[in-house]
């Protein structure tokens, strides 16, 4: 499915300093009964946002004016568990371009990269610098730059370079989907199947 | 000729490239594709919007699961919205030419209960399918995986996805289980020691006597529980054990082509000297009966042990006590003893036949405790037979408990098997997280032995005592 390039985001950032933030999580399974992708964003991360009556709970950081932007901070191991692309689509659908973490599960790194949503790997010193940024001024900006590999705090112009392989980084940059670039080398695949052992 | 030893993992995944993108993933064929119905609606509607079909529909298998009850399936399903999701698998599986076992069907199950069961998942082969515990199907010595709903419509389109190579992890396990020590011990007590995330970015190999001494059930549970270590896919190289297994499974192949497969899979084993980028052992004497205390696999111990004290543990400290604040459950405390509202016997980590031969074991002769609620849920109407035909469904029947119809049930609680908010629940699934079992449920997990004595007791109770 066709996603938004993605170039240079800067934005303010929502902090989530929780470790292990698995995607049961970010959506849970009873959510997951659509037949199509669409809104997903009212209920990421539905049990730690809304109380059973559906009122928000007040100390989960969405429901916190203070914070915003189109980048999602999570802590260590972020994404674990459940290979739902829901998740990532529920993030997505929020309006957050970007998710910054010290560490993937892998899954959730790829259903990310396929939709448009850029997972950006930093070291944890630097997480840990974002953090007291936000903290200090929540109103602080993050630029996240794809063609540079770079993520920046605008205040104090700190960076760290971030990893994405140049196939993916171009189809990010371009909205391009593996899908298409599979269907280009059908007659290439058709001729390797036939010569399959099982 | 190329004469550099090879891993198991290396050996099925090279036979895979169809090409290799420079600065990028390979291109990588897949022999098995399952698919269920919650991941792939959206990939279905995907095709039909970009006007492909499906290239190779004999190659992917559909089966319902996640959303099913498992009371009265011959009743239409209430929930309208599962129901629409089992319609729509039907429909695309009915649109595309691919075989489907849905709500009814004397096949229907787990879709990583029923592949195996039915020979469909092989030796050397590549399988996916839009769910994380597909690594199951690594015990059979394939490389599978869980994928994300692009990728199930890269696979229907293609038979194809784009996948960079793991880095290679073989991990040991050498010497002799104690009694009441299970497949799922081992697997619990691995993650326990490298955490929830520990293998991720790995492709793990198991190793060791402990793995060549297990059955295909216990494979299966082991090579499941890989993802929960972070891992992208277990494997355990085929031998004697794996063949007759497969001999005479219905989409086994048969004569001629048994004999030329099985000559090829003897061929897949990690050579001598071959490299991997982490090694692991352990004994098999270090590992007792073991249950979850956290809100994630990796917090988990023996279960004689007490909580870790937050200090000790490899995790954040607030993380964790955020964890055991959810389970309510205070560092230090000892685990034996701690009241237990529900038992859930089944999922696809546990739901095979031996997982209801070891709880029978158990109970039989003994009473359901009165403060339990139990859920005992086969992964297969063919599970659920040899059930009946093992004489098993007597046993639990006259301990008090009543056996429920195949599907995932309560280990993801889509459908009404919910644990309920505050309630303890032991059991024999994958997950712990928040919610998991049901909004505000608290996970143990455990393996069916621990599960039985919870069952019987009321109480977590450490299962040699009652073997």
């Known amino acids: ?198 | 000729m190329n004469n550099t030893p090879k891993t198991l993992f290396d050996k099925v995944w090279d036979a895979h490239v169809v090409r290799s993108i420079p600065d990028g993933p390979d291109v990588f064929f897949i022999d098995r594709h399952f698919i269920h119905e919650v991941t792939s609606p959206v990939a279905f509607l995907g095709l039909k919007n970009r006007g492909v079909k499906v290239m190779f529909p004999e190659k992917t298998f559909a089966t319902a699961d996640h959303n099913t009850p498992t009371i009265n399936q011959h009743l239409p399903v209430e929930d309208p919205l599962s129901a629409n999701q089992l319609k729509a698998l039907e429909e695309n599986a009915a649109a595309h030419g691919i075989s489907h076992w849905g709500l009814g069907n004397p096949k229907n199950g787990i879709v990583h209960v029923v592949g195996p069961e039915n020979g469909i998942t092989l030796p050397g082969m590549t399988v996916v399918c839009g769910d994380s515990h597909t690594s199951t199907h690594g015990a059979f010595g394939a490389i599978a995986f869980g994928i994300g709903t692009s990728e199930v419509e890269m696979v229907l389109s293609s038979q194809c996805i784009m996948q960079a190579k793991a880095k290679k992890m073989r991990i040991n396990v050498n010497g002799k289980l104690g009694k009441g020590v299970t497949p799922k011990d081992v697997a619990l007590f691995i993650i326990s020691q490298i955490s929830a995330s520990g293998a991720t970015g790995y492709f793990v190999e198991y190793a060791g006597e402990v793995f060549e001494n297990m059955s295909m059930e216990g494979r299966m549970t082991v090579c499941n529980l890989s993802i929960e270590s972070g891992a992208r896919g277990g494997m355990i190289a085929p031998d004697e054990t794996t063949f007759a297994y497969l001999k005479g499974k219905e989409k086994a192949p048969k004569g001629d082509a048994w004999d030329t497969a099985l000559e090829y899979w003897k061929t897949l084993k990690t050579d001598e000297g071959a490299q991997f980028d982490k090694e692991l052992n352990y004994s098999a004497d270090e590992i007792e009966p073991q249950i979850t205390y956290g809100t994630n696999p990796g917090l988990g111990t023996g279960i004689s042990q007490n909580i870790p004290f937050a200090s000790t543990v490899k995790d954040g400290e607030a993380s964790y006590k955020k964890s055991l604040a959810y389970m309510g459950f205070a560092e230090g405390e000892k685990l034996i003893g701690k009241k237990i509202d529900y038992v859930f016997l089944g999922s696809c980590t546990n739901g095979r036949i031996e997982d209801f031969r070891a709880f029978a074991s158990i109970v039989k002769g003994r009473k359901k405790a009165d403060n339990i609620t139990a859920w005992l849920v086969p992964g297969s109407h063919v599970v659920e037979q040899q059930i009946k035909d093992e004489g098993i469904l007597d046993i639990i029947t006259a301990a008090g408990f009543q056996l429920r119809q195949p599907g995932c049930s309560a280990c993801l609680a889509m459908n009404d098997d919910k644990v309920p908010a505050g309630k303890y629940a032991v059991s024999t699934s994958n997950r712990n997280f928040e919610g998991r079992q049901g909004p505000g449920s608290r996970t143990l997990l455990a393996s069916p032995f621990v599960a039985a004595a919870a069952a019987v007791t009321g109480v977590v109770t450490d299962p040699r005592d009652l073997l």
């Open chain 1, 1 to 198: 499915m066709a996603y938004d390039k993605f170039n240079i985001v800067k934005s303010t950032a929502v902090p989530l300093s929780i470790e292990n933030v698995d995607t049961d999580q970010i959506i849970p399974a009873r959510f997951l009964k659509a037949t199509e992708r669409k809104g997903f964003g009212d209920n990421l991360f539905r049990d730690w946002r809304y109380n059973n009556d559906g009122s928000p709970k007040t100390d989960f950081v969405l429901n916190n004016s203070k914070y915003s932007g189109k980048i999602l901070v999570g802590g260590k191991n972020f994404g674990s568990g459940s290979s739902r692309e829901h998740a990532a689509w529920a993030i997505y659908d929020y309006g957050f371009r970007c998710v910054v973490s010290s560490f993937f599960a892998d899954i959730f790194k790829n259903n990310s990269l396929n939709i448009g949503v850029l997972p950006v790997t930093v070291s944890p010193e630097f997480l840990a610098k974002i953090y007291q940024a936000i903290d200090a001024d929540p109103k602080t900006e993050l630029e996240v730059n794809l063609p540079d590999q770079t993520i920046t705090l605008l205040a104090t112009g700190e960076k760290e370079t971030f990893a994405i392989d140049g196939y993916k980084k171009h189809n990010m940059l371009n909205g391009f989907d593996d899908v298409d670039y599979l269907q280009a080398m059908k007659n290439e695949i058709q001729s390797f199947a036939t010569h399959m052992v099982l």
